[in-house]
């Protein structure tokens, strides 16, 4: 029998760390559903100890999975190991996963701490996390860049304390397969207590090759654990990328030799959950989930492909979760068939009360727009998230007039709290008279990095459209995400949504600070 290779999937905690991929509880739970869905091995819900709202997600997520382990992320002292255990304390499965940085340039430059002082920190953090839970993963930040005599002594006194898992941390991109792969199977080697724990690799992706490093650290170092995110969301240029390595597994069974426990039907499914939460948009051409990734344009291949398939495809698109644009819902279907569908996708509303007002949306979309499809239904529950009650903006009105050769002007109604506002203004475009009239009441003096709009569904003008507004404050960046057939309005409900979330968003501690 092949080996396992475990999947651990860390999208809810260093894909999230990405500049304005931050999302709420509700958003993680499906997601961290979906990740369910998708059978990772283990899913890191996020990192306990940062924030109240971290918390309170991790907790939630522990609550629900029931397949997966759910791991939160700890820095090595206590307090952060206790507000992890007490997070997941409501987990079927739990995981501790503690860290402290071994290079040279992180100890001195960053922690200001001696080797010594970290060799003895990183003991007493894996023996007080072994203490209150049974599986305990330890990472050497920079782990890559440490020197190799050192990180064998802490890696030794971690397994002998009773880590579980070993992880490897490329943390800020540097390595290339061959030395990466060799590294780990010098640790394996050198570290004497080395066979009594499950060895990792955790790749960032600053020169392209988080995914070959990862295969590399599985195939030269003997690695049994790959930590990856969807695609390959994460901070800066992202980590590896979870249907990237999946799929090269699986596809080079051959090459590899290793099971999988993961549905890779889920995966189209997971890609565009987390696309659709986050506003990062997947590049067309990106393997395995991009649009194009199994589209045949030139007539040579297109023939090839009419005549045999595997001429010039290596996996099967519904192997991997495509589906053609599939109608499946419309303004006849009733409530059931529309909770049903939200079950299906792994939607879980709290109360009917939150079904009631979905389906009204879904009725108001459906009026509009003849054919519903899955990612209609993910972004309208996506929208509906965030312009609930408690939400303290919320769009009530908009009105706006362009004309060939005037300057477009808007009025929006909206309410801050309790209290309703009605601004105007003029603006370049449509968009920019919205957004001004809304920061004219608002002065929330927010910058606004990025404006994007996309199709939910391809091939009709009828789709509706879904912007991205990404706005800086203080250091603070979020993302708010709208859709709405008319992409004037998708464009003030991602402005107010990102507002939202300014408001609420609290100061978290960094996961590298
Ligand atoms: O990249 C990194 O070093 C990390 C650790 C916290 C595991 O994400
Ligand atoms: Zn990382």
């Not at 255990?85 to 922690?111: D, G, N, Q, V, Y």
């Not at 061959?178 to 394996?188: D, K, N, Q, T, V």
């Not at 879904?362 to 509009?368: C, E, G, N, S, T």
Request: aromatic fraction near 6%.
């Amino acid at each position: 029998m092949a080996d396992k290779l475990i999947i651990f999937d860390t999208t809810l905690r260093d894909g999230e760390q990405s500049p304005g991929a931050s999302m709420t509880r509700d958003e993680k739970l499906r997601i961290a559903r979906q990740l369910e869905r998708l059978r990772v091995d283990v899913i890191e819900a996020g990192f306990a100890a940062s924030s109240n709202g971290d918390f309170e997600a991790v907790k939630a997520i522990a609550g629900v999975v029931r397949e997966s382990t759910v791991c939160s992320l700890a820095r090595a002292n206590d307090r952060d190991i206790s507000r992890a255990a007490e997070a997941l304390k409501p987990a079927a499965r739990a995981r501790i996963h503690t860290f402290i940085a071994t290079s040279a340039l992180h100890m001195e430059k960053k922690l200001r701490m001696t080797p010594e002082q970290v060799f003895e920190q990183a003991k007493l953090a894996v023996r007080f996390a072994r203490n209150l839970c049974d599986d305990v993963e330890f990472s050497p930040e920079d782990g890559y860049r440490s020197d190799a005599d050192f990180l064998c002594r802490v890696l030794e006194v971690a397994i002998r304390e009773g880590a579980t898992t070993i992880n490897i941390p490329d943390t800020v991109g540097y390595a290339v397969p061959e030395l990466y792969g060799g590294f780990i199977a010098m640790l394996r080697e050198r570290v004497p207590n080395s066979g009594k724990a499950v060895w990792s690799v955790h790749c960032h992706n600053d020169l392209g090759m988080a995914v070959a490093n990862s295969l590399a650290g599985v195939k030269i170092g003997g690695a049994r654990q790959i930590e990856c995110t969807i695609n390959g969301l994460g901070e800066r240029a992202g980590n590896c990328s979870l249907e990237e390595v999946v799929m090269a597994v699986r596809t080079r069974r051959d090459y590899f030799g290793l099971e999988l426990g993961v549905d890779t039907t889920q995966i189209v499914p997971a890609s565009r959950m987390v696309s659709q939460t986050t506003g990062f948009v997947v590049q067309p051409n990106k393997a395995v989930v991009g649009a194009n990734a199994f589209a045949h344009a030139s007539g040579i291949h297109q023939d090839g492909v009419l005549k045999a398939r595997d001429t010039y495809e290596i996996m099967r698109a519904e192997d991997v979760g495509w589906t053609a644009n599939r109608i499946v819902l419309g303004k006849l279907s009733g409530r059931n068939a529309f909770k049903q569908r939200l079950q299906e996708l792994g939607i879980a509303m709290e109360s009917e009360a939150d079904i009631n007002a979905a389906f009204a949306r879904f009725k108001d979309l459906a009026d509009r727009k003849s054919d519903i499809f899955d990612e209609d239904i993910l972004a309208l529950v996506n929208d509906e998230s965030l312009t609930q009650q408690r939400e303290h903006y919320r769009l009530l009105n908009l009105r706006q007039h362009s004309e060939t050769g005037e300057r477009p002007h808007a009025t929006v109604s909206f309410a801050i709290g309790d209290t309703e506002h009605v601004a105007e203004s003029d603006g370049n475009g449509p968009v920019d008279a919205i957004l001004k009239a809304i920061e004219s009441k608002v002065c929330s003096g927010a910058e606004l990095l990025l404006y994007s709009v996309n199709a939910i569904t391809s091939g009709s003008t009828e789709s509706q459209g879904e912007v991205t507004v990404r706005l800086q404050l203080g250091g603070r960046v979020v993302n708010g995400v709208g859709a709405d057939p008319d992409i004037v309005v998708a464009s003030a409900k991602a402005y107010i949504s990102a507002l939202n979330k300014l408001h609420h968003s609290p100061d978290r501690v960094a996961a590298q600070g």
